[in-house]
């Protein structure tokens, strides 16, 4: 079967740097999606990654490794409104996203 | 420009009861979604579409109906509501394929089947 795994809950401090995992398994690979969800609101788009390397924009970076089903989320200079889940979706050979439950991220003082 | 729309934000439905969710989008776009999102999973795809008129079966579609007559709206059926159902439901659209556009998801509307 198709899987994503990110860890369920991460605590990180305001100013600090924090690393969002996601490790995937599908029938294919097409690319790979993060998007921010803030509680009861809609995922919005981050970033997107199809090849391998890191992808930066301001103060998030998206890194890939296809070659590990493996990509993580690196979120700098943290701010309280970064206090989010952040959900993984890997496209799969079909062409359909396959999302994992998101990380939900606490960002402390 | 509102992007994409749903309608009703929030419904309570008691057992058996039927009502249907719309999604409007006003970006041309011809690819349309609805997936619910349960807590602790990931959002599932119920049903799509890739242009007015059809419609395809997603991962979760039993218990739903849906319907494009118009490219610009996404409708989605409940013919009889079941506990099951409680969630909330995004609706997304999509200008091309997954490779080259990202989605854009509604506002959300939290149903509650009693």
């Known amino acids: 079967g198709q899987n994503i795994d990110q860890p369920t809950e991460m605590t990180a401090t305001e100013g600090a740097i924090v690393q969002i995992n996601c490790t995937y398994q599908t029938s294919g690979f097409n690319g790979l999606f993060w998007y921010q969800q803030h509680a009861g609101e809609a995922p919005t788009f981050l970033s997107y990654?199809?090849l391998d390397g890191l992808e930066e924009k301001g103060r998030f970076s998206s890194f890939l490794s296809r070659s590990k089903g493996y990509s993580y989320l690196l979120l700098k200079e943290l701010q309280m409104k970064d206090s989010a889940s952040y959900l993984c979706a890997v496209v799969d050979s079909n062409y359909q996203l396959i999302w994992g439950a998101g990380t939900k991220l606490i960002i402390k003082p | 420009n509102a992007g994409v729309t749903q309608t009703p934000k929030f419904r309570v439905l008691k057992t058996g009861q039927s009502m249907t969710l719309l999604c409007a989008q006003d970006m041309n776009h011809e690819y349309m979604y609805w997936y619910r999102q349960d807590p602790g999973m990931g959002l599932r795809l119920i049903h799509y579409s890739v242009g007015e008129g059809t419609t395809a079966k997603g991962e979760v579609p039993d218990g739903y109906n849906v319907s494009r007559l118009k490219k610009q709206n996404f409708l989605l059926g409940l013919e009889s509501a079941a506990p099951s159902q409680t969630s909330v439901y995004f609706c997304?659209?999509?200008?091309?394929?997954?490779?080259?556009?990202?989605?854009?998801f509604g506002p959300g509307t939290r149903l509650t089947v009693l």
């Open positions: 990654n199809v």
């Open positions: 997304a659209s999509l200008a091309g394929n997954l490779a080259t556009d990202t989605q854009y």
